[in-house]
């Protein structure tokens, strides 16, 4: 069975810096995974998607990197922003397009 | 926006009642799948509908049950009420039920049980 763990579970930084957040899986049989943003009581956003044949993907500030053989996924955000602010979550596809997802990540960005 | 839509936005019921929650999803989408999301959780996977036939389902009661249609437009439905059905149900679609294919999520429906 997979399992999805985000680290950290909060974290909360000043406008400007640069920030990672993790997301690590126990099963490496997966087909893709998926960044997503959820801002409180809304929908889920997805920001980016990463095949399993690829190592990273890029959109604007944001660049998600996966290495299966760890089972590791980061996702970096360059230059934060007070409208970044929002729960991160990550999802994994292992199969029939259904996803698992970590608890995810509440950033909080202050101005 | 994803072109995934739910309805209602809110819904208040109470222990042992029956509810329904309706998602269409986006154009030329022939799959939705339905999560649950408890506060401060991550969603879970309910089950899926593709082509109008149920295509995996996960660990939840057989009281959740669903429904898609011709349309490809969906509803979740859960009978016998309990409080911890509490929760933001998301639906999301799918262009086909592949391994490659992106889930986009609809705004969800906050269901409170009293």
């Known amino acids: 069975k997979q399992e999805v763990t985000q680290i950290p579970a909060a974290l909360s930084v000043p406008e400007g810096e640069n920030l990672v957040l993790n997301c690590s899986f126990t099963?490496?049989?997966?087909?893709?995974l998926q960044w997503f943003r959820q801002d409180p009581g809304k929908g889920l956003t997805s920001l980016l998607l990463?095949?399993?044949?690829?190592r990273e993907q890029t959109s604007g500030r944001l660049n998600a990197s996966l290495d299966k053989s760890s089972g590791r996924s980061t996702l970096y955000i360059a230059a934060s922003q007070p409208g970044d602010s929002a729960t991160y979550l990550c999802?994994?596809?292992?199969?029939?397009?259904?996803?698992?997802f970590g608890k995810g990540t509440m950033l909080l960005v202050s101005p | 926006e994803t072109g995934v839509t739910q309805s209602p936005t809110h819904l208040i019921k109470t222990r042992g009642q029956q509810v329904t929650l309706r998602c269409s999803s986006q154009?030329?989408?022939?799959?939705v799948s339905w999560y649950q999301q408890a506060l401060g959780q991550g969603p879970q996977f309910i089950f899926q509908?593709?082509?109008?036939?149920?295509?995996g389902r996960g660990n939840f009661p057989p009281r959740f049950s669903g429904l898609q249609f011709p349309n490809y437009s969906s509803e979740l439905n859960v009978n016998a009420l309990e409080l911890d059905d509490s929760a933001l149900y998301l639906c999301?679609?799918?262009?086909?039920?592949?391994?490659?294919?992106?889930?986009?999520f609809g705004p969800g429906t906050r269901l409170t049980v009293l």
């Open positions: 099963d490496s049989a997966i087909y893709n």
């Open positions: 999301a679609s799918s262009l086909e039920s592949g391994e490659l294919d992106t889930q986009y």
């Open positions: 999802g994994l596809n292992s199969g029939y397009s259904t996803l698992t």
């Open positions: 509908y593709y082509r109008e036939e149920e295509n």
């Open positions: 154009s030329g989408h022939n799959t």
């Open positions: 990463i095949q399993s044949s690829q």
